[in-house]
């Protein structure tokens, strides 16, 4: 079955300091992963997504995200993370059905 | 561009109440949609999901209900709440079946 895993529940990171947010994925074939951030008491907002081509994908925010076969990760990177960037992130992959299925969530915290 | 709605925003009912909890999409049409429910321990939880109107998938038994009367509206209802269903409630849409857009969600606390 496709899953992910988000190995972290609290990611703590100066101002400034690059953020790194991991994630392992578990699929047959192809995998199609994203993730999200969420705010307190709001909904989930779309980052990125990865469906085929560069490894490197780019998303809102400065985001960017990794893909990496022979590791099955697709880590959430930002080179200089923000006191704003706190909040909860998780990752994605679409399963057999067409449906998501998400990780736990990891919190992360910038610290100024 | 488009947009999800999600009402009310906050809602306490006691137990054994009625429940209905709206969600509309605007400036697509045909689009696939979601209703998730988040418990406080922060995991997402699929309870039911339409590919078009009036076609509905459950996801886990329980008592709640949805239905899709029109092609941008997803209504979740349910007859007599319980206190295990407090949670965030919330609505996603997708064009296609990638990436999932979210509504700004609505918070039940049932007493």
């Known amino acids: 079955a496709q899953s992910v895993a988000q190995p972290e529940d609290q990611v703590n990171v100066a101002e400034g300091n690059p953020l790194t947010v991991k994630c392992t994925y578990s699929v047959s074939g192809n995998p199609y992963l994203f993730w999200y951030v969420q705010y307190p008491n709001r909904g989930l907002q779309f980052l990125l997504k990865y469906i085929t081509g560069d490894n490197l994908v780019k998303g809102s925010y400065g985001f960017e995200a990794e893909f990496n076969k022979s590791q099955t990760s697709f880590h959430l990177k930002k080179p200089s993370a923000l006191v704003s960037d706190s909040a909860l992130y998780f990752c994605?992959?679409?399963?057999?059905?067409?449906?998501?299925?998400f990780g736990k969530g990891n919190q992360v915290v910038v610290i100024p | 561009s488009q947009t999800i709605h999600q009402w009310p925003a906050t809602l306490v009912q006691p137990v054994g109440s009625p429940l209905s909890l709206e969600c509309t999409v605007e400036?697509?049409?045909?689009?696939?949609l979601y209703w998730y429910r988040q418990a406080a321990g922060r995991g997402l939880q699929l309870l039911f999901y339409?590919?078009?109107?009036?076609?509905i998938s459950s996801e886990v038994p329980q008592n709640l209900s949805a239905s899709r009367p029109q092609d941008r509206q997803f209504i979740l209802s349910s007859k007599k709440l319980l206190l295990s269903d407090s949670g965030f409630y919330l609505c996603a849409w997708s064009p296609n079946y990638y990436e999932q857009y979210f509504g700004p969600g609505t918070r039940l606390t049932v007493t």
């Open positions: 400036g697509t049409s045909n689009p696939n």
């Open positions: 994605a992959v679409r399963k057999e059905n067409n449906r998501l299925a």
């Open positions: 339409s590919v078009g109107i009036g076609q």
